[in-house]
């Protein structure tokens, strides 16, 4: 029940729909770009970049849900409804992850009909390894959400923050050997295309546990002893 209530809060306001618009508009037109005059239009190339919009929009309808308890002034009825806090996070984090799943399949098929005549050579790998990008960078968003609770904030952070870290890693010396492990941007890179070898899923494990399961750690904590009344 708080599952289904949650994944409607996800769609059910004008800023969800007109998110999950732009998001089709723009898978269509990267993809449509691409094929007229990108030079490069193999399969995964045009798929990973396709896919663009949904890694970058969809974070923000999962942030969006957490942080609408408190910018609609919702957070004490819900609270007082669901009782167990826990059970509301977990409800809000599957209802992301169901959306980012649900929206990165409507984006692979608006590619998957646009290419339609061409030559292309379908790759399950490629599919799966963005799936899980969508997905990471989605539950990415919400955690941020549940950090700092405010809309607007939480957008700047999470938007801010990971680019000013991937900035430094790449300036300051000695931290280019470290950047990919802490740094998600970089770590997740390598899954647009086939054949991640294992030290890169490795990367991509511990980048994951500083900037998706730590501010999660966090946020459910602040929320356990926050006083809602």
Do not use: C
């Amino acid at each position: 029940m708080t599952f289904g209530v949650e994944l409607r809060k996800a769609v059910d306001t004008r800023a969800a729909a007109a998110l999950l618009a732009t998001i089709g508009v723009l898978v269509a037109a990267v993809t449509g770009a691409q094929l007229a005059f990108a030079d490069d239009r193999t399969w995964a190339s045009v798929v990973a970049n396709a896919q663009q919009p949904v890694s970058v929009l969809t974070p923000l309808l999962g942030l969006l849900l957490v942080t609408g308890e408190w910018s609609q002034r919702t957070a004490l009825t819900t609270f007082v409804l669901v009782p167990v806090r826990s059970r509301v996070v977990v409800a809000k984090f599957l209802a992301a992850s169901v959306l980012s799943l649900l929206v990165t399949a409507a984006g692979f098929a608006i590619t998957f009909v646009l290419l339609l005549g061409s030559e292309w050579r379908f790759s399950g790998s490629v599919v799966l390894q963005l799936t899980l990008v969508n997905w990471l960078t989605t539950m990415f968003g919400t955690s941020f959400g549940l950090l700092l609770w405010h809309s607007a904030p939480a957008i700047v952070v999470y938007y801010v923050v990971p680019f000013g870290w991937t900035f430094v890693g790449r300036i300051v010396p000695g931290l280019e050997r470290v950047s990919p492990w802490l740094d998600i941007g970089q770590s997740r890179t390598p899954l647009a295309g086939p054949g991640v070898e294992a030290g890169e899923w490795a990367q991509l494990g511990t980048s994951s546990l500083l900037w998706i399961a730590l501010p999660a750690a966090v946020g459910v904590l602040r929320l356990n002893r926050a006083d809602l009344s």
